[in-house]
């Protein structure tokens, strides 16, 4: 009955490399986010997806490609990684993009080597 | 623009001490305001929240109170417990051009000794 699921919840892998990150929610949300959060536990928004449609895109490289094939999804796929992409990643979801509370995924660790 | 900032960490307290974690924020217009935590190998959950001035967020012992005119919003608790050793994130809620954005502080670590 897990609300937002990401997976891998690990993921180690080679500079230049290209990996994708999965998310789902199960709870009917409209609006699902990710976020990056750094070694210091800065947690900073990437995108915002709103019925399947992009919303927010902040300034992120685009080696980083969102997608999201239903309202349910939210895919992270990063090419060509590179050192200071190792974070955890979080999925989020939130009822529409006006919704105070977002409901977060358990969080997905990426370490590039 | 919008900022969280919040008091560095690591906090470290003995069970049924008093917490305070300062929180001040600057924000254009009437943002909602929450405290989320983060406990070991999960995400955030929402804590509390304030939607306007004046108002207070309690929750699990938790109170926070929506402070307009010291722009703060200072997370408090009366007797903590070792499980309430987690990260708390102070963050805000706002509308801009680019539409509802949330903006989360720099995490307060807090260890609760037994």
């Known amino acids: 009955d897990t609300a937002v699921s990401q997976t891998p919840k690990y993921l180690v892998t080679q500079m230049g490399n290209d990996k994708s990150i999965k998310c789902e929610q199960n709870?009917?949300?409209?609006?699902m986010y990710w976020y990056k959060q750094d070694s210091k536990k800065f947690l900073k928004i990437m995108f915002s997806y709103n019925n399947k449609e992009l919303i927010i895109n902040e300034t992120v490289p685009n080696r980083f490609s969102p997608k999201s094939p239903d309202k349910a999804h939210l895919n992270l796929h990063i090419n060509s990684l590179e050192l200071g992409d190792s974070a955890v990643y979080f999925c989020a979801s939130s009822q529409d993009p006006a919704a105070d509370e977002q409901f977060f995924g358990p969080g997905t660790r990426l370490t590039v080597l | 623009g919008n900022s969280v900032t919040q008091m560095e960490g690591p906090v470290t307290l003995s069970e049924e001490a008093f917490l305070t974690i300062n929180c001040t924020y600057t924000a254009t217009g009437y943002p909602s305001l929450f405290w989320y935590v983060q406990y070991p190998g999960e995400g955030l959950q929402l804590l509390l929240k304030a939607t306007k001035a004046d108002d207070k967020g309690s929750n699990k012992g938790f109170e926070a109170t929506y402070r307009k005119e010291t722009t703060s919003f200072h997370l408090e608790k009366g007797s903590v417990q070792v499980s309430d050793s987690a990260v708390y994130f102070c963050a805000l809620r706002s509308r801009g051009t680019g539409g509802f954005k949330t903006i989360f502080g720099a995490g307060t670590r807090l260890f609760v000794k037994a």
């Open positions: 709870l009917g949300h409209d609006t």
